[in-house]
C-alpha cells in the first residue's frame, strides 16, 4: 500500500480500506470550474462599466448612471433566481445536472454581451449569467460535499471559493488586454469544458441511494475511491442517514434549537453583503478612477485580485487553527480601519492654492513655484495611494472572516433537518441584500460622492464586531451535538483537550 494514501479508517492490515484520490480530485476540478465562471461573471463589470459611461462608448451602447446601476447589480437578482431554482432542481434532477444545466443561461448570457447592439442585451446577458453564477454557488458545494470523504472534506470544502477568487482574478488579468466584448466570449470557455468533464464524472452515491440505485451509487463510490475501496460501510452510513432523515415541521421552527441557528445565519449573511463587498468587486474599476489613485485603475483591480487569492489562501490555512470568532473578528477589524481610511480620504479635499507672495523677484518666485509643484506632485502620489491601500486591506480582512466562515458557520450550526430550508433563505437573502446595495451604490456615489456608501459600511462593520461578540458561538473543536445542545439550552460550553463538558453560564 502506498505510503501518502490517507485511509477512510485505520482497521486491521487484512481489511483495510485503500482510497485514491485521483479520480475524486477530478470530479471536484470538473465541478468547481463552474465556481470559475461564477467568479468570472461577478466581477465582469468592473473593466466594461467604464466603456461603456465613457463620452467615447457607442451611442446604442453608452449608460447613464441608472443604466449602470442595473448593469452592476441586475447580476445578483439573476443569482437569487439562480439559487431558489438550483434548490428545487437539485432534489428534481440531482446535483451534477444542476451544475451542467447552468452552462445553458450563462453561454447564452455570454453570447448576448459579446454580440451586443442595445442596451437591453447587455442587461439580460447579465441576468442570465447571474442565475448561471446562482445555480452553481448553491449546487456545487453539496456535490462536492457528497462525493468527498471526511479526510478531504474539509480542504476540497474550500475549493468553490478558491476557485472563484482564480475566476475574477482572470477576469482582471484578460481585461488589461482584451476588449470587452472578447472578455464575453472568453467566459464561455470554462462552462462549456465544465459541460464537457461533467459528462464523464459520476453523479453522488447519496443522490443515487436516495433514488433506490444501489448497484449505480457502489459503482460510482468505487470509482470515486478507487478499485481496491470497500464501500460496503460507507454506502450503509449513506442509506441509515437517508433512512433518518425527517421533514422540518412548524411546532419546530418555535424551538431554540431550529430558530436561533435560522437567526444567525440570516443576519450573518445580511450583515456580510451590507459591508459592501460586492459593490466594491463590481465597481472596483470605477472606484479607484474616481478614487485619483496614481496607478492605473485597471492595474489596481489586477492587485486587488491576486491579494484576494492570498488572503482567501491564509483564511483556509487559519480556519481550524485560530478559531471562528477570532477570524471574525481580526476581520472585522481590518475591514473597519480600512472602510474608515476611505471614508476620511473620500470627505477630504485639498486646500485650494494661496495667492502668489508680494514683492518677490520673479526667479526667486519662479524657484518657489517649482519647488511647490514638486512638494505637492509627492504629496498627491502618496495620497493616491490611500485608496488603493485600504481596499486591499478590506478585501484582505473580509477574505480572513466574514467571507468565508459565514459559510461554514452556517453548515455547523443549521440543523440537519432545518438545513434545505433555512440555507435557501439565506443564499436569497443574501442576493437581495446585494442587489439593492449594489443598485443603490451608484446612486449614493453620484450624488454624495464615496464618502456615503464608505460611511455606511463603516457603521456596518462595527454591527459586525458587534454581533460577533454578542451572538456568535465558537464552534472550533466542538462536535455537531455539542453546538445543537447550545442553541437547544442556551448554555455555554468549554472544550477539553480529552473531553467536552457542558457547563452553564
Same mark, same amino acid.
Given at each position: 500500500?502506498?505510503?501518502?494514501?490517507? =485511509?477512510?479508517?485505520?482497521?486491521?492490515?487484512?481489511?483495510?480500506?485503500?482510497?485514491?484520490?485521483?479520480?475524486?480530485?477530478?470530479?471536484?476540478?470538473?465541478?468547481?470550474?463552474?465556481?470559475?465562471?461564477?467568479?468570472?461573471? =461577478?466581477?465582469?463589470?468592473?473593466?466594461?462599466?467604464?466603456?461603456?459611461?465613457?463620452?467615447?462608448?457607442?451611442?446604442?451602447?453608452? @449608460?447613464?448612471?441608472?443604466?449602470?446601476?442595473?448593469?452592476?447589480?441586475?447580476?445578483?437578482?439573476?443569482?437569487?433566481?439562480?439559487?431558489?431554482?438550483?434548490?428545487?432542481?437539485?432534489?428534481?434532477?440531482?446535483?451534477?445536472?444542476?451544475?451542467?444545466?447552468? $452552462?445553458?443561461?450563462?453561454?447564452?448570457?455570454?453570447?448576448?454581451?459579446?454580440?451586443?447592439?442595445?442596451?437591453? @442585451?447587455?442587461?439580460?446577458?447579465?441576468?442570465?449569467?447571474?442565475?448561471?453564477?446562482?445555480?452553481?454557488?448553491?449546487?456545487?458545494?453539496?456535490?462536492?460535499?457528497?462525493?468527498?470523504?471526511?479526510?478531504?472534506?474539509?480542504?476540497?470544502?474550500?475549493?468553490?471559493?478558491?476557485?472563484?477568487?482564480?475566476?475574477?482574478?482572470?477576469?482582471?488579468?484578460?481585461?488589461?488586454?482584451?476588449?470587452?466584448?472578447?472578455?464575453?466570449?472568453?467566459?464561455?470557455?470554462?462552462?462549456?469544458?465544465?459541460?464537457?468533464?461533467?459528462?464523464?464524472?459520476?453523479?453522488?452515491?447519496?443522490?443515487?441511494?436516495?433514488?433506490?440505485?444501489?448497484?449505480?451509487?457502489?459503482? $460510482?463510490?468505487?470509482?470515486?475511491?478507487?478499485?481496491?475501496?470497500?464501500?460496503?460501510?460507507?454506502?450503509?452510513?449513506?442509506?441509515?442517514?437517508?433512512?433518518?432523515?425527517?421533514?422540518?415541521?412548524?411546532?419546530?421552527?418555535?424551538?431554540?434549537?431550529?430558530?436561533?441557528?435560522?437567526?444567525?445565519?440570516?443576519? @450573518?449573511?445580511?450583515?456580510?453583503?451590507?459591508?459592501?463587498?460586492?459593490?466594491?468587486?463590481?465597481?472596483?474599476?470605477?472606484?479607484?478612477?474616481?478614487?485619483?489613485?496614481?496607478?492605473?485603475?485597471?492595474?489596481?483591480?489586477?492587485?486587488?485580485?491576486?491579494?484576494?487569492?492570498?488572503?482567501?489562501?491564509?483564511?483556509?490555512?487559519?480556519?481550524?487553527?485560530?478559531?471562528?470568532?477570532?477570524?471574525?473578528?481580526?476581520?472585522?477589524?481590518? @475591514?473597519?480601519?480600512?472602510?474608515?481610511?476611505?471614508?476620511?480620504?473620500?470627505h477630504t479635499t485639498p486646500c485650494p492654492p494661496g495667492p502668489a507672495p508680494p514683492n518677490t523677484t520673479t526667479l526667486g518666485y519662479g524657484l518657489h513655484h517649482d519647488i511647490s509643484n514638486t512638494l505637492e506632485a509627492s504629496h498627491q502620489s502618496a495620497a493616491g495611494l490611500i485608496p488603493l491601500i485600504s481596499t486591499v486591506v478590506f478585501i484582505f480582512g473580509y477574505a480572513m472572516g466574514w467571507g468565508p466562515i459565514t459559510w461554514l458557520l452556517m453548515s455547523e450550526v443549521l440543523p440537519l433537518v432545518a438545513r434545505g430550508v433555512a440555507s435557501g433563505l439565506c443564499v436569497t437573502v443574501s442576493w437581495l441584500t446585494a442587489f439593492m446595495l449594489t443598485h443603490a451604490f451608484t446612486h449614493l456615489v453620484d450624488r454624495y460622492?464615496?464618502?456615503?456608501?464608505? =460611511?455606511?459600511?463603516?457603521?456596518?462593520?462595527?454591527?459586525?464586531?458587534?454581533?460577533?461578540?454578542?451572538?456568535?458561538?465558537?464552534?472550533?473543536?466542538?462536535?455537531?451535538?455539542?453546538?445543537?445542545?447550545?442553541?437547544?439550552?442556551?448554555?455555554?460550553?468549554?472544550?477539553?483537550?480529552?473531553?467536552?463538558?457542558?457547563?452553564?453560564?
Amino acid at each position: 500500500m502506498d505510503e501518502d494514501t490517507p =485511509l477512510l479508517n485505520r482497521r486491521p492490515a487484512s481489511s483495510e480500506s485503500t482510497i485514491k484520490n485521483s479520480k475524486l480530485f477530478l470530479a471536484v476540478f470538473s465541478a468547481v470550474l463552474g465556481n470559475f465562471n461564477f467568479g468570472y461573471s =461577478l466581477v465582469y463589470s468592473s473593466p466594461v462599466l467604464p466603456v461603456f459611461t465613457s463620452p467615447d462608448a457607442d451611442p446604442w451602447l453608452r @449608460m447613464d448612471t441608472e443604466h449602470a446601476a442595473w448593469f452592476g447589480s441586475i447580476y445578483s437578482l439573476g443569482a437569487a433566481a439562480g439559487g431558489l431554482g438550483a434548490m428545487l432542481l437539485n432534489d428534481m434532477i440531482g446535483r451534477k445536472l444542476s451544475i451542467m444545466m447552468s $452552462a445553458v443561461p450563462s453561454t447564452i448570457g455570454y453570447m448576448l454581451m459579446g454580440g451586443a447592439v442595445d442596451l437591453w @442585451m447587455l442587461h439580460v446577458g447579465r441576468f442570465l449569467t447571474g442565475v448561471a453564477g446562482g445555480m452553481t454557488a448553491a449546487s456545487i458545494p453539496v456535490y462536492i460535499s457528497e462525493i468527498s470523504h471526511k479526510g478531504v472534506r474539509g480542504a476540497l470544502g474550500s475549493c468553490p471559493q478558491i476557485t472563484a477568487v482564480f475566476g475574477a482574478l482572470a477576469l482582471y488579468a484578460l481585461g488589461l488586454v482584451v476588449p470587452w466584448r472578447w472578455l464575453a466570449v472568453a467566459g464561455e470557455v470554462p462552462a462549456l469544458v465544465m459541460v464537457v468533464l461533467l459528462v464523464f464524472m459520476p453523479s453522488s452515491p447519496r443522490r443515487l441511494l436516495s433514488l433506490g440505485r444501489q448497484q449505480k451509487a457502489e459503482e $460510482a463510490l468505487r470509482w470515486l475511491r478507487g478499485s481496491q475501496y470497500d464501500t460496503h460501510i460507507e454506502l450503509s452510513a449513506i442509506q441509515h442517514s437517508i433512512n433518518t432523515q425527517t421533514k422540518l415541521t412548524l411546532s419546530q421552527l418555535g424551538t431554540p434549537n431550529y430558530y436561533r441557528p435560522i437567526i444567525i445565519s440570516v443576519v @450573518m449573511r445580511f450583515l456580510q453583503q451590507m459591508t459592501g463587498i460586492t459593490p466594491i468587486l463590481v465597481y472596483l474599476q470605477s472606484i479607484f478612477d474616481q478614487s485619483k489613485v496614481s496607478l492605473e485603475p485597471r492595474y489596481d483591480a489586477a492587485i486587488v485580485g491576486v491579494v484576494r487569492l492570498f488572503s482567501v489562501a491564509v483564511a483556509a490555512s487559519l480556519m481550524d487553527k485560530a478559531g471562528r470568532k477570532a477570524l471574525l473578528y481580526t476581520s472585522s477589524m481590518l @475591514m473597519f480601519v480600512a472602510s474608515l481610511t476611505l471614508t476620511v480620504n473620500s470627505h477630504t479635499t485639498p486646500c485650494p492654492p494661496g495667492p502668489a507672495p508680494p514683492n518677490t523677484t520673479t526667479l526667486g518666485y519662479g524657484l518657489h513655484h517649482d519647488i511647490s509643484n514638486t512638494l505637492e506632485a509627492s504629496h498627491q502620489s502618496a495620497a493616491g495611494l490611500i485608496p488603493l491601500i485600504s481596499t486591499v486591506v478590506f478585501i484582505f480582512g473580509y477574505a480572513m472572516g466574514w467571507g468565508p466562515i459565514t459559510w461554514l458557520l452556517m453548515s455547523e450550526v443549521l440543523p440537519l433537518v432545518a438545513r434545505g430550508v433555512a440555507s435557501g433563505l439565506c443564499v436569497t437573502v443574501s442576493w437581495l441584500t446585494a442587489f439593492m446595495l449594489t443598485h443603490a451604490f451608484t446612486h449614493l456615489v453620484d450624488r454624495y460622492g464615496l464618502f456615503a456608501p464608505y =460611511l455606511l459600511f463603516t457603521v456596518v462593520c462595527v454591527l459586525c464586531l458587534l454581533f460577533n461578540a454578542v451572538c456568535i458561538p465558537e464552534t472550533r473543536g466542538r462536535s455537531l451535538e455539542e453546538i445543537e445542545n447550545y442553541f437547544r439550552t442556551g448554555r455555554s460550553f468549554t472544550i477539553n483537550r480529552s473531553y467536552s463538558t457542558v457547563q452553564p453560564s
